[in-house]
């Protein structure tokens, strides 16, 4: 019967192991990465100005200015009570929906959207649809318009992401076609300075929002938008047009906080949480919930991944970056006393480097609008790719060259992000071309 007391001493061996790693790792706590990206993500997000969510919210709807308050508020608790008993997003029947509804499309004449580049193309075709449908779409162009004397979006919604689908954030594009239908009718510098106002408008509200869904689509609408619709005009304006004042703000050089996602992240981690926290388990711990999970490290593990888009500066391109949170759960040794957090955060850090990338995608796409107005009050002095090595720092960024198109009619910049087109470009204006002939 020796091996009885054998595989006996083997198993307490095996236990006594088990048990000082689960304390060694129950004790050690999250990681001190860990516990930066927590701090980071819960430290608040300081707005300063006007929040646009009352006035995003009724976009679609034509509410009165003194019954928009009212509207909004008893739309967010109607949603909060579907939030706390669990009710169907389809039961949610917005206050809203008594108002006329502002929008009258054309499915025979479809608006640009965030197609800006080709824009005034399919305006300049259909002069007189586009001008109709423009002219009928009036008072929700001029509500879109009216956002510019907002400066960020702060959430009201409750965690349950179902609100989101109600944020008419699809109808901020308007105004591109109605711009484009401005200059097409003669109205240039009319149509330029708009289209500069919006495009500052939304590197404003974009990146001061602390929600994903429209920090994604802003930079969308600022660059696919407004900008590569502007881009076209100064395309096709003559050499030393003075552009109106409204586009120095909106072609700056971008600042730091505008190549992080951070504060969006910031309340998508806010939401994750509060979802998280429905959890019987992570509130109050039962018989055996306290061997395999520990709130706190849960918490911290999770901002770890989630915090990945706040980096502010990109790196040069040296391949995948991949983020500690990717190892698998077998290989932490956080996960020891942790399993049931690991399981819940699901390992996913790795799903967040997209949208580092994008932000910073969106950053250097910035620089190049910039790079093209500052082109234009540059000496024609040397070859176009020797003014571009010229440019101020503003407008370099480590990894994001800028190049000219092989046609010498176009600037291009890489992107990172997982998109159609491996790089953005723009068209350059007609003197710029040729100075390119002439340097071949």
């Excluded at 009036?138 to 318009?145: A, D, F, K, W």
């Excluded at 939304?202 to 660059?223: A, F, K, P, Q």
């Excluded at 949170?325 to 390992?347: K, M």
């Excluded at 250097?364 to 090595?389: C, K, N």
Aim: with cysteine.
């Amino acid at each position: 019967m020796r091996w009885l007391n054998y595989l006996g001493l083997g198993l307490v061996v095996t236990a006594t192991v088990l048990a000082l790693l689960w304390a060694t790792s129950r004790l050690r706590g999250p990681t001190p990465e860990q516990r930066a990206a927590l701090a980071l993500m819960e430290a608040p997000n300081v707005f300063q100005g006007r929040n646009v969510f009352d006035a995003l919210w009724v976009l679609r709807r034509d509410v009165p200015d003194a019954e928009v308050a009212a509207v909004v508020d008893a739309d967010m608790q109607a949603l909060a009570k579907a939030w706390r008993e669990r009710d169907s997003a389809l039961s949610f029947t917005s206050a809203r929906a008594g108002y006329q509804d502002l929008l009258v499309d054309n499915a025979a004449t479809p608006h640009c959207g965030n197609a800006g580049l080709d824009c005034l193309q399919k305006v300049g075709a259909s002069l007189d649809a586009y001008a109709a449908l423009v002219e009928s779409n009036r008072r929700l162009i001029e509500r879109v318009q009216a956002l510019r004397s907002y400066d960020h979006y702060l959430s009201r919604l409750p965690p349950d992401s179902r609100g989101l689908l109600s944020v008419p954030v699809g109808l901020l594009s308007w105004p591109v076609t109605a711009h484009a239908v401005q200059f097409a009718k003669g109205d240039r510098i009319g149509a330029i300075d708009a289209t500069c106002r919006d495009l500052a408008t939304w590197r404003r509200i974009g990146h001061n929002s602390d929600e994903l869904i429209v920090r994604t689509y802003g930079m969308r609408l600022t660059t696919n938008g407004y900008g590569a619709l502007l881009a076209s005009m100064l395309a096709d304006m003559p050499a030393g047009t003075a552009l109106p004042g409204s586009c120095h703000a909106a072609l700056a050089a971008p600042v730091a906080t505008e190549w992080s996602s951070c504060p969006a992240m910031r309340g998508a981690f806010a939401a994750s949480m509060d979802v998280v926290e429905q959890i019987p388990e992570m509130r109050e711990h039962n018989a055996w919930s306290w061997l395999v999970l520990d709130r706190d490290a849960s918490r911290a593990l999770i901002a770890e991944q989630m915090s990945v888009p706040c980096a502010a500066q990109p790196l040069p391109d040296t391949g995948p970056q991949v983020s500690s949170a990717s190892r698998p759960i077998l290989r932490r040794f956080e996960c020891i006393a942790n399993f049931g957090g690991c399981v819940i955060a699901d390992v996913r850090g790795t799903t967040y480097q997209p949208l580092a990338a994008r932000g910073h995608d969106y950053g250097a796409r910035l620089q190049l609008l910039g790079t093209l107005a500052w082109l234009r009050e540059q000496p024609d002095s040397g070859s176009l790719a020797q003014r571009l090595a010229r440019r101020p720092e503003g407008l370099r960024s480590a990894g994001y060259d800028i190049t000219i198109g092989p046609d010498g009619r176009t600037l291009g910049i890489a992107q990172r992000y997982i998109s159609p087109v491996d790089t953005w470009s723009l068209p350059l204006p007609a003197y710029l071309v040729e100075a390119v002939a002439s340097a071949d």
